[in-house]
């Protein structure tokens, strides 16, 4: 019995790995989309693209559970930090709000 923290452990960080290696994959694909895309227009189709992952993250709910309003706040605090490493990387300005009504 005195393994199983360690399995435990170890399982924890292959997922944290996984997770990483696909936000770093996710992450090359779409800065190498955005140098794909005409001069000046990347900033706007990342600001859509994000529009479109927060909206469907604040209106997908099925249920409204306590535990997935937090997850789902989570997830958005965590798109939030994706995008703006993307507008970093890229050298775009930060996502304006105030222009979209679909927003909030």
């Excluded at 693209?49 to 993250?57: A, D, G, Q, R, S």
């Amino acid at each position: 019995m005195s393994d199983v923290p360690e399995r435990l452990e170890i399982y924890i960080n292959e997922q944290r790995a996984d997770l990483e290696l696909f936000r770093l994959i996710i992450q090359i694909c779409l800065v190498q989309f955005l140098d794909a895309i005409p001069q000046g227009r990347g900033p706007d189709y990342l600001n859509d693209f994000e529009n479109e992952i927060v909206n469907t993250l604040k209106t997908s709910s099925t249920s409204p559970s306590t535990e997935e309003a937090r997850f789902r706040e989570l997830m958005l605090i965590r798109a939030e930090s994706f995008f703006l490493g993307i507008r970093k990387k890229k050298g775009y300005p930060a996502r304006s709000t105030g222009g979209n009504p679909k927003q909030n």
